[in-house]
């Protein structure tokens, strides 16, 4: 599937990523669920997330998170409060120790507050979505605000392509949990 680049494709993506997610975390096997995720063996996973998540409280607690970014920057740009998509004092090079504050953060929430939490966060930035016309999801400089970005790229970037990356994740430690 290309990236979204329209409204109708990024609702559909969204709604399809997500319903795939919830389809691959609902066959997990309790062995899968209670078996911590160690990637360590994997040579090829080497980008920090690998060894901070441990289970899928954690994955659906980073998605839950980034929804929040996005929502809570929208609202504040809307109201007139400029603010940059990651709070201060996170930028791009440093977003990776925001992630670690986030898992941190959650350690006490339980799986099932987590998948609440997730299913209440994805509706309302679906309903964000819906709000928004075309044009100020797809124009570049739309909004000020957006840096000469594409509002819909940051939409599809904490839905569609986050669900994506958290499928992948489960399904390499449902690999692991297999191989053992």
């Not at 400029?82 to 791009?92: G, H, V």
């Not at 339980?110 to 509706?123: D, G, I, P, Y």
């Not at 819906?130 to 970005?149: Q, V």
Request: net charge positive; charged share 30%.
């Amino acid at each position: 599937m290309s990236r979204p680049v329209t409204k109708p494709e990024l609702l559909s993506a969204a709604v399809k990523k997500y319903e795939e997610m919830n389809k691959l975390i609902s066959s997990l096997s309790e062995k899968e669920l209670e078996t911590a995720f160690d990637f360590t063996k994997m040579k090829s996973r080497k980008e920090a997330h690998w060894g901070r998540d441990k289970n899928l409280r954690d994955i659906l607690i980073h998605l839950y998170e980034w929804h929040q970014l996005l929502l809570n920057w929208v609202s504040a740009n809307e109201k007139g409060e400029e603010r940059p998509f990651l709070p201060a004092p996170y930028n791009w090079r440093t977003y990776g120790e925001m992630n670690v504050t986030f898992w941190k953060k959650h350690q006490n929430t339980t799986l099932e507050e987590a998948k609440w939490m997730l299913e209440k966060s994805h509706s309302e930035v679906m309903a964000l979505a819906e709000r928004l016309t075309d044009e100020e999801l797809f124009t570049k400089d739309a909004f000020k605000w957006t840096g000469g970005n594409m509002l819909g790229s940051y939409f599809v970037s904490a839905t569609s392509s986050h669900y994506d990356w958290a499928m992948k994740k489960l399904k390499a430690h449902r690999k692991n949990c297999t191989e053992k």
